[in-house]
């Protein structure tokens, strides 16, 4: 063994072994090193996000609308709608933070309701061109492979699988069941990449502690 002389690299150890002490049981060794990763985790992001996003966007737009209003003229100034719109978006801000405070906190119930509203029409496009459009276009093939037939079959079984409108006897019962198959094949994949994914991140800490730390593997 050749342990690291690095404090950083012992206080990364540590704390790794303490979120993996949660594996015999909730305890304050865990809890300590849950609380101290949710907290930094928070302050990091609070700090990366003010500065590249509050300061560029924000004062940064309107620092530039405000410099077009004082060298080219009041018309020029307030016709610079793209950098004054800046403004709306700090005001939602700022709104969100009363939330803070009990007695005006529903006013920060705005700017969560537009955010949301306009948040979920731009994925609700994003995902209707992506997940629907693209897929329906991609389906669409012709049959002069194997590798497009089992997709043309094996997306209309799916489909098939899911009407319900028709009792699932017969030839349609049929078709039903294999499409069952190709869901079964799909999800075990989707979960078997889920589980792969994981392990690499396991591979990751176990080598961060016997090798970067403790300095067992070479």
Same mark, same amino acid.
């Given at each position: ?11 990364? /150890? ?7 002490? %949660?594996?015999? =049981?909730?305890?304050?060794? +865990?809890? @300590?090193?849950?609380? #101290? ?67 005006? /906190? ?7 309701? %537009?955010?949301? =509203?306009?948040?979920?029409? +731009?994925? @609700?496009?994003?995902? #209707? ?90």
């Amino acid at each position: 063994m050749h342990p690291s002389p690095d404090i950083g690299i012992w206080i990364g /150890g540590l704390l790794t072994l303490g979120i993996f002490s %949660f594996l015999y =049981g909730d305890n304050p060794y +865990y809890k @300590f090193c849950e609380a #101290l990763f949710v907290g930094v985790s928070a302050g990091h992001w609070f700090i990366t996000l003010f500065w590249t996003v509050f300061i560029p966007k924000l004062l940064g737009n309107i620092g530039i609308a405000i410099h077009t209003f004082r060298t080219e003229g009041f018309a020029a100034g307030m016709s610079d709608y793209m950098h004054w719109s800046y403004i709306f978006g700090g005001i939602l801000g700022f709104l969100m933070i009363l939330r803070l405070f009990p007695k005006i /906190g529903w006013i920060s119930r705005w700017s969560l309701a %537009f955010v949301v =509203g306009t948040t979920a029409g +731009y994925y @609700f496009i994003n995902y #209707l061109v992506s997940n629907g459009l693209m897929q329906i276009q991609k389906t669409i093939l012709p049959l002069t492979s194997v590798g497009n037939i089992i997709l043309v079959v094996g997306t209309f079984c799916g489909l098939i699988y899911f009407f319900f409108s028709k009792e699932h006897k017969g030839a349609f019962g049929g078709l039903a069941r294999v499409g069952i198959w190709f869901l079964m094949i799909t999800f075990g994949a989707s979960f078997g990449y889920t589980v792969m994914s994981r392990m690499s991140l396991l591979i990751g800490r176990m080598d961060y502690i016997f090798g970067i730390w403790l300095g067992m593997i070479r």
